[in-house]
């Protein structure tokens, strides 16, 4: 909904007073700008959370009440944002990763301890430098930390299949000193059982070989080839029910093949959940151009780990 200034100002003018603890009238223009903000972020917190068969009443409703609603919702979010963290930090594992463990055991709690839902909703205050997968540029607030969140949930989920080891070690393989990197912990374990189960190499170990990364390498130049072989690599028993076109390939070229390849993972390992897959398969466009460059440049070890 679009509103006029003047619809928007008198909200702003009533922030302002909790801004300034009712002791002045004035404030600055970046303050203003601030409380604007703040305003316009619960109005569009209320557009996004409007869920198919809430009832709409015809015509515009009140920028009041379109806020008041929006701010009641941000503060659900945050609540249960918190009981999410909470529960995920029950079994958190860092795997070793200090950029991965500090900013889930100091930054997020040092966000929901500061964040202020009513003048500055928009401001996350930290900065979330553990990269997971496909994060929002453009999202901030709350919204930034609960998809954060959701991610390090997946991430959570997929990696406890695994044993510790394997994780602490493919990562290490990779990136000697990955313990101080600003990496993606599942990135490397996930890529490396994406290519195994396409090359029909064994998942278990976390060294490769050069007759196993030449495998890998016709794997990856064998892009129309059938995905169907791939079950022996978790000991499955039937394939997935994805399209796969008069080649045998889950959709064109490389990435197809590794779309069906963790489709099948999380079928196989993880009951088929799809938010997992949502979350995994946003790697895969980046993988099969990497998976390209590594085998034109003889640089495979550094995509595979």
């Known amino acids: 909904m679009d509103y006029k200034p003047e619809e928007l100002l008198p909200l702003v003018k009533e922030l302002s007073g909790k801004y300034t603890g009712k002791a002045s009238t004035s404030i600055t223009y970046e303050a203003a700008q601030q409380l604007m903000e703040a305003v316009l972020y619960c109005i569009r917190e209320d557009e996004m959370e409007i869920r198919e068969g809430d009832i709409c009443p015809e015509g515009k409703l009140p920028a009041r009440e379109v806020y008041e609603r929006g701010y009641e919702r941000v503060l659900r979010k945050v609540q249960r944002a918190r009981a999410w963290y909470n529960q995920i930090a029950k079994q958190f594992d860092s795997y070793g990763n200090r950029e991965y463990e500090e900013t889930f055991r100091k930054g997020i709690p040092g966000f929901f301890l500061w964040y202020d839902a009513k003048l500055n909703p928009q401001n996350h205050i930290i900065t979330l430098d553990y990269p997971v997968f496909g994060r929002d540029e453009k999202a901030c607030g709350i919204d930034l930390v609960w998809e954060y969140l959701w991610g390090i949930r997946q991430e959570q989920k997929f990696l406890a299949k695994f044993p510790r080891e394997y994780v602490s070690g493919v990562n290490r393989e990779r990136y000697p000193e990955y313990e101080e990197y600003f990496v993606n912990v599942c990135q490397t374990p996930l890529r490396r059982v994406l290519c195994c189960m396409m090359a029909d190499v064994d998942l278990s170990k976390t060294e490769l070989s050069q007759e196993e990364y030449l495998r890998i390498t016709n794997a990856v130049n064998r892009t129309a080839s059938s995905v169907q072989n791939a079950s022996s690599s978790l000991d499955a028993s039937s394939g997935l029910d994805v399209s796969v ?55 495979l070890k550094e995509v595979v780990g």
């Open 245 to 299: 076109d008069q080649d045998g390939a889950a959709g064109p070229g490389l990435k197809g093949r590794l779309e069906a390849m963790l489709k099948l993972l999380v079928k196989e390992v993880y009951q088929g959940d799809e938010e997992l897959y949502r979350y995994l398969s946003q790697d895969l466009e980046n993988l099969a151009f990497e998976l390209k460059n590594g085998v034109e440049n003889h640089c």
